[in-house]
């Protein structure tokens, strides 16, 4: 499985950006997919995942309300929209799959995508 997400971007604070994140070689439908993302200085922190069988979704506190995932399931890719962003979401974002969603939430998720760096500025 390879995991192609887009280029991140720069944004001043309350800007928006979407990130997409596109699987190939997924050959299973039971599987969630997602986004984890590190700061600088910081611990790895899983932020939002959804469910390709019954589209449930996962978001981390710090992004709840703010953040939205959705996925395109013939495409097996997902969209992260970032609204009302903030210097502290500033970071690189791991676009992540596993069977399960909890797995990609506890940041041990079978596949990783390379990183995208998202930046915040005040």
């Known amino acids: 499985v390879q995991l192609q997400a887009s280029w991140g971007g720069s944004v001043r604070t309350g800007g928006s950006l979407r990130l997409s994140c596109t699987a190939s070689g997924l050959t299973q439908e039971n599987y969630a997919i997602g986004w984890l993302r590190q700061a600088p200085g910081k611990e790895p922190e899983g932020i939002a995942c959804?469910?390709?069988?019954?589209?449930?979704?996962y978001y981390d506190g710090s992004v709840r309300g703010r953040f939205a995932i959705s996925a395109d399931k013939p495409k097996k890719t997902v969209y992260l929209q970032m609204n009302a962003l903030k210097p502290e979401d500033t970071a690189v974002y791991y676009c992540?799959?596993?069977?399960?969603?909890?797995?990609?939430?506890?940041?041990?998720?079978?596949?990783w995508g390379q990183g995208t760096l998202v930046t915040v500025s005040s």
């Open positions: 992540a799959v596993d069977h399960s969603l909890h797995k990609i939430v506890v940041l041990t998720p079978e596949y």
């Open positions: 959804i469910s390709n069988m019954d589209g449930a979704t």
